[in-house]
């Protein structure tokens, strides 16, 4: 299938974003959305599945995503086509953990 | 999956907290098996693991034969293998070949060998541009290669992935091969550097 994850030879996408002394993960949160990633596709989910559900996303939205916000809406994807997690649910819960914080 | 653009870090970060707190309230995922999976990516798995391999190959010919020829095989002899690395082919590096690994359709890595890949190695610019002008991608990273060496450019997939084999240093006879693996960079195994040798001490009066 060509898609947007199709990128070999594709001109226009810039300098290579080169990082001196990277840490592996930038953010508690990226680390999280690779565990519990890894955590699925491990268990439940082919990792090819993941691959694929990162193969679904719009092409406007591929494109201007960072490398784990691509994980994360694939991570969503495969959770709701499995009926374990809607984008409601998450949505719900995201309003409640507002509230507490405040 | 809702549509956002531009969520900002503080959206994400709630996001996921949101989403991490719903698998465990319903058993989908075990918080403890999450840490141990961030903690073997931060801190077990790294360069330094695909590093043993390059030494391994500098100072025993023989491995080295085998890890060309079959490197899923002479990985295995090594007990590395791991998730991601299941099937590997080792490329070498020499005074006139150089090769260069890229993963254009996603960001495939030998994981087990390597760590997870830094941010350049799964950016839109280094997936698209390294096989259509891996020169100037490489002279972007300090690496600028007479126009004799001929540069080899491997794709991975998700079922095969690639090391580079990088040129030993010259000057390097005496070390052992733990020192020799203490040369090899994470850059050097994808094919962005060469091994260097690190800047000579300076001499201390006696």
């Avoid at chain 2, 999956?1 to 994400?12: A, D, G, L, P, V």
């Amino acid at each position: 299938m060509n898609g947007p994850h199709d990128l070999g030879g594709m001109h226009g996408l810039g300098a290579i974003p080169i990082e001196e002394n990277e840490p592996v993960f930038h953010s508690e949160w990226e680390a999280k959305v690779f565990a519990m990633s890894f955590a699925t596709f491990s268990t439940f989910f082919p990792v090819d599945e993941t691959r694929h559900a990162a193969e679904q996303i719009p092409a406007s939205e591929y494109l201007s995503s960072s490398y784990y916000e691509r994980w994360l809406a694939a991570l969503e994807l495969l959770l709701a086509k499995h009926d374990w997690l809607t984008t409601a649910e998450i949505e719900a819960r995201m309003a409640q953990l507002r509230q507490t914080e405040e | 999956m809702t549509t956002h653009h531009h969520r900002s870090e503080s959206e994400i970060a709630l996001r996921v907290k949101a989403i991490e707190s719903l698998l465990i309230e319903k058993g989908i995922v075990d918080p403890a098996a999450l840490d141990t999976i961030i903690e073997h990516y931060e801190h077990q798995v790294g360069p330094h693991v695909g590093a043993q391999i390059v030494a391994k190959a500098w100072v025993d010919p023989d491995f080295k034969h085998r890890l060309l020829a079959d490197g899923t095989a002479a990985i295995a002899e090594l007990g590395l293998t791991g998730f991601s690395s299941e099937h590997m082919i080792v490329v070498e590096n020499t005074a006139t070949v150089h090769n260069l690994i890229v993963c254009t359709l996603c960001s495939c890595y030998p994981w087990a060998i390597l760590g997870l890949p830094p941010t350049w190695y799964k950016s839109l610019a280094y997936r698209s541009r390294a096989v259509i002008e891996p020169r100037s991608v490489l002279a972007e990273f300090g690496l600028v290669l007479p126009d004799t060496v001929e540069v080899r450019v491997w794709d991975s997939n998700a079922d095969l992935r690639y090391l580079v084999l990088p040129e030993r240093p010259d000057g390097t006879a005496e070390l052992s091969e733990e020192a020799l693996a203490a040369l090899v960079t994470r850059n050097a195994m994808i094919g962005t550097a060469k091994v260097q040798l690190p800047s000579p001490p300076t001499p201390i009066a006696a």
